[in-house]
């Protein structure tokens, strides 16, 4: 059953109501980015406009999620022959940076991807860059598509000060979330059976089991942090076996009280620079060269046993290693729950200059509705829509969706570390990269990382 993919979500957002006040400085929405619910929209007949064209931004970096997006626009250009869906891709690193200053200029793209959060939509919104859609959801009917608590993720009050409530500022496409990814073969070849590994002692057991067979110069786990955030998805993994998932939730959230400094993210780091210094992860002239979707393909040629990342990089693995691909969630620990990274997908939004904002909202129904389940399921992806019909054929498909299902029943998903603050990525990346190089030891990674959270909360709470 579909149904309530993202049911942890309500209490979720119910902290950030709690705990987001407003922001110091807060700039005021743009005229032009308020409108009623009321108000008419047009869903069809787009064919009469004549020639038009709609520049739209995608920030998916992974070869599954772009398909997707691929497919599904050409085919609402072919529904409407007169459209021409300008579509550009950008590394979604590089984009979250200058989306604001893209959005802001004299000609932005008519859609274009977001990111949850203060650091990107919490901006946006502030800014009066975006669009609202409340009359779009009311029109094509999303509060029936998507789960109320994947579309409160999208959700803002109009000043961009509190998360989780109001307006409904985007869509998304899928659910993601952080996992392991296998190569069958290399664990056959190693005697390791998947199915063996039911606790996070087990599988790191299977690492070093692993490390003795594969060459010395392949990681056990492939990885890329170029980004500076593949470090994070991986020790994500690790820290769901000895963090609750609504520890983290509470501390993403700023929940007074909650913290990050405490004895089972400092035991998780350490255990992720235990990997690191045990060769599991390869040298770190090379993870940090090259991004996660280079990892991902880098996996698909046979690099590494493992792969511990998002699922959007399925359909690259499966491409690659065909039926030897495997996915599961990380086993659990002494809690005995699955506990991961994962959310809805980064929403899509409406540029408040666009002249066509009733197309725009056509093409994002058609590309995140019930419309697009087929592409999704067929690029290995969970579609975040719950009232389609598509499911997945393929063994790889099916594993995605079963890793998602369960994380989801047992209320694992973490979200995004990096949504605490505006400034999270870019300290969590940093100090991982020097953690991993040893530069810093992993109890400065945690006081780093709470002094920004505590910055934030503070300004958060008008101080």
């Known amino acids: 059953m579909r149904r309530g993919w993202l049911a942890i979500l309500p209490a979720v957002t119910a902290l950030a109501v709690a705990a987001c006040g ?241 004895d089972g993210n400092l035991q998780s780091l350490e255990h992720l620079k235990m990997w690191a210094d045990k060769g599991y992860l390869g040298k770190g002239d090379s993870f940090n060269a090259r991004s996660d979707a280079d990892a991902a393909i880098a996996f698909g040629k046979g690099e590494g046993a493992f792969m511990i990342g998002g699922n959007w990089n399925a359909a690259t693995a499966r491409d690659g290693l065909g039926k030897n691909a495997a996915f599961f969630d990380m086993p659990p620990g002494d809690g005995g729950k699955a506990v991961a990274i994962g959310s809805a997908s980064v929403p899509m939004h409406i540029s408040a200059k666009t002249k066509n904002p009733d197309l725009a909202a056509a093409y994002l129904d058609f590309i995140t509705g019930p419309t697009a389940g087929t592409a999704l399921v067929d690029t290995a992806q969970v579609p975040a829509a719950t009232d389609g019909d598509a499911e997945p054929g393929d063994t790889l498909g099916k594993d995605v969706k079963a890793g998602w299902d369960k994380l989801v029943e047992e209320g694992g998903l973490t979200l995004y570390p990096d949504w605490s603050s505006p400034t999270m990525l870019a300290t969590m990346g940093q100090t991982f990269q020097e953690m991993l190089a040893g530069r810093i030891p992993p109890d400065e990674v945690v006081k780093k990382t709470q002094a920004d959270w505590d910055e934030y909360h503070k300004e958060l709470a008008g101080g």
């Open 22 to 262: 407003g922001t110091p400085g807060a700039e005021k929405p743009n005229k032009q980015a308020t409108g009623s619910a009321d108000q008419a929209v047009k869903t069809d007949g787009f064919d009469t406009l004549g020639p038009v064209t709609l520049k739209v931004v995608s920030s998916e970096g992974s070869g599954g999620p772009r398909d997707a997006v691929k497919a599904l626009t050409k085919q609402f250009e072919a529904k409407y022959p007169n459209v021409t869906v300008d579509l550009q891709f950008r590394d979604f690193s590089s984009w979250i940076k200058q989306v604001r200053l893209a959005a802001s200029g004299d000609n932005p793209p008519d859609v274009f991807a977001g990111n949850q959060g203060y650091q990107v939509d919490g901006e946006l919104v502030k800014a009066g860059l975006i669009l609202p859609l409340d009359k779009y959801s009311k029109a094509y009917g999303w509060a029936d598509s998507f789960n109320a608590d994947t579309l409160q993720q999208f959700e803002w009050s109009d000043d961009g000060a509190k998360f989780g409530e109001g307006t409904l500022w985007g869509v998304a496409q899928s659910g993601q979330s952080v996992g392991v990814f296998a190569n069958m073969e290399k664990l056959k070849a190693a005697g390791i059976d998947p199915a063996s590994l039911k606790t996070f002692s087990d599988f790191e057991a299977a690492l070093a089991t692993l490390r003795e067979k594969l060459p010395a110069d392949e990681p056990v786990i492939a990885l890329g942090n170029k980004d500076q955030y593949g470090a994070i998805h991986l020790w994500g993994g690790i820290q769901g076996a000895f963090t609750p998932a609504q520890d983290i939730r509470d501390w993403i959230f700023h929940k007074d009280g909650a913290t990050f400094d405490t």
